[in-house]
């Protein structure tokens, strides 16, 4: 299975800041990556596929790029509704794998 | 709107079985591929495996995790997709969530929890 791996594991943040969270494939995915948001007690929501593809509804804030092995989620300018846990996830392989979640909470 | 609601979780003992179902509405569930994925608590998640459709044989692919345990199955006259979990573990402990692939993992239940406890 090919390996996900997320940094940080959890990031301090302030409403108003830029935030990155990276991620990286142990082998090369193309652009075969999404990334989700969950929220506590609630169910994954689709943020970006194909890497930087913007789900339907998703705030423009939200944006993804990268390619092969490295990828990343950025929000340009963050908002009390973002804090949350993040997920990469590949799916160029037809056994999915997800990364080990990005906690952002508040500093 | 898009919905999908699943049923069946529980508490079993190790050892035994359990069944659950996603009942999907709002959209043309036929053509699109079902998943199961399961999160243990305070955990990360895990995919368990797929459905494919009619026109790819209804094929099924499994997570290594739980290959030989678990099958899942579909029923288009029904818009709805299974789960049949035997076997069950401790580490099976977790909330299971019925996934379509759209747009990757694009719509997601609200989940089903599975205790398996003595």
């Known amino acids: 299975d090919i390996q996900m791996t997320q940094s940080p594991s959890t990031l301090s943040a302030s409403v108003g800041d830029r935030v990155t969270i990276t991620c990286r494939a142990s082998q090369s995915l193309s652009s075969w990556l999404s990334w989700y948001q969950q929220k506590p007690g609630k169910a994954p929501k689709l943020l970006i596929y194909?890497?930087?593809s913007l789900e339907s509804g998703v705030p423009f804030r939200f944006s993804g790029s990268g390619s092969e092995t490295e990828f990343t989620l950025t929000i340009s300018s963050l908002q009390p509704d973002d804090f949350a846990i993040y997920y990469c996830q590949q799916y160029y392989t037809s056994s999915p794998t997800f990364g080990q979640g990005t906690k952002v909470e508040i500093k | 709107e898009v919905q999908l609601v699943e049923s069946g979780g529980g508490l079993v003992q190790p050892g035994g079985s359990l069944r659950l179902s996603c009942a999907a509405s709002g959209f043309t569930f036929s053509v699109h591929y079902m998943d199961w994925v399961r999160q243990a608590p305070g955990k990360g998640l895990e995919w368990l495996g797929r459905t494919k459709t009619k026109t790819n044989s209804y094929t099924t692919e499994y997570a290594a995790s739980v290959r030989g345990r678990f099958t899942i199955s579909r029923d288009d006259s029904k818009n709805s997709v299974y789960l049949q979990m035997n076997s069950l573990k401790s580490e099976d402990t977790a909330l299971y969530y019925c996934?379509?692939?759209?747009?990757?993992?694009?719509?997601w239940g609200q989940g089903t929890l599975v205790t398996v406890s003595s």
């Open positions: 194909k890497a930087s």
């Open positions: 996934v379509r692939e759209g747009n990757s993992f694009d719509y």
